[in-house]
């Protein structure tokens, strides 16, 4: 696999089976370049396909000393429909490591005690769920990821075999494609100007 060696993923454990996602998705934060991330399968991550958090033993290290961990179940579960990650499109999943990336730049400005304070409220708050999914989706759409979270939300609310309990998860807590466009928009905007 030469090729993969000489992209040379420093500081970072990525599975064999989505190194290439895992790829495109963190070229597209380089600010991320230095910090450490490991991609890992876990079974039974409740009501998510990915989830990014900060190493524990590093919670309370210096900002630019943390790691992270972003989970990733090999089998997802949504009622009596189970995913594998093989059935995923490529460009859906990297719009979900984008995502999950997103997840790490909003932690990456949070001192320890921040990121304490995040996760309570993360797990006692609907709204505070929706403002934290936002804020994931608007860094991957403003580093250049927005037809990848587009594909995502695609491949999620147009999947027949999705609950609709589901996909009105997805729909109530995450931006929807129309607010998707708008930003991208306002970057090519920014841009001509």
Known sequence: MQQKDSLKFSNKIVPESIWREAY?????????????IEFKFKKNIKKSFMQAQPKLGGLFKKRKNRSYIIYINEKFRIEDEVFDLSKVPSDVLIGWLGHELGHIMDYRDRTGAGLIWFGIKYVTSKNYIREAERIADTYAVNHGLGDKIIATKDFILNHSHLSENYKNRIQNLYLSQEEIMVLIDEIHEEVAH
């Open 24 to 36: 495109v998705a963190l070229g597209h934060y380089p600010e991320l370049k230095d910090t450490p």
